[in-house]
């Protein structure tokens, strides 16, 4: 499928997207990192508190091709974009103020380097109170974004997709265990891992 026209046209700046990212966030307080799918259970970096959080507005949702790291350009795999509308549980990340700029370089080598994501500050409700923290959401204007996937899609990509650090399926079950390990349910992942019998 052809990628749509302002995609095309676009150039994605990975670096000065980071510039932008940084400059929004201003240095002047902590910075916090919210987490919707494996930053959860592997985010890479030190961090001085993890909160459970609930962001309005956005949800996950297993709809962005991977075509290196949960599969291959032949036989692409999936892995969680953020995209708009509805709500996300997730776990929100507080950096000290001054390791932000150093931990969100590093973050950016690992989530960035296509520049596929749109990184957006959203508000997040916490236990302790309301942060603005950094999302790595997803346009559906994307040509990353799958658009609306069957349910033996969902089937053929969990018997098939592998990448350089493994299968679809183990990604999607390992971010599921983990919602659960923080008593978060999604319903729709739950409902997507019964059609690989998980």
């Not at 307080?29 to 959080?53: H, K, N, V």
């Not at 036989?75 to 390791?99: A, D, K, Q, Y």
């Not at 942060?131 to 994307?142: E, G, Q």
């Amino acid at each position: 499928m052809a990628a749509p026209v302002e995609f095309r046209r676009m150039k994605r700046d990975s670096q000065a997207m980071l510039h932008r990212t940084l400059q929004e966030w201003g240095g002047h307080e902590d910075m916090w990192i919210f987490g919707y799918g494996s930053l959860i259970w592997r985010p890479d970096f030190d961090y001085a508190e993890r909160r459970l959080a609930l962001v309005h507005g956005w949800h996950r949702a297993l709809k962005m091709w991977s075509r290196i790291n949960r599969g291959t350009p032949e036989r692409p795999g999936l892995v969680f974009g953020m995209l708009s509308g509805g709500s996300c549980r997730g776990v929100v990340f507080r950096i000290p103020r001054h390791e932000g700029a150093a931990v969100l370089e590093r973050l950016w080598g690992r989530e960035m380097v296509t520049a596929v994501y749109d990184p957006r500050w959203v508000p997040c409700q916490t236990p302790q109170g309301p942060v603005r923290a950094l999302a790595f959401t997803l346009s559906r204007k994307s040509p990353s974004h799958t658009g609306v996937l069957t349910e033996a899609e969902y089937r053929r990509i969990f018997e098939e997709a592998q990448g350089i650090y493994g299968t679809t399926l183990d990604y999607a079950h390992r971010t599921l265990e983990e919602l659960r390990r923080h008593n978060i349910r999604d319903r729709h992942l739950e409902k997507l891992l019964k059609l690989a019998g998980r």
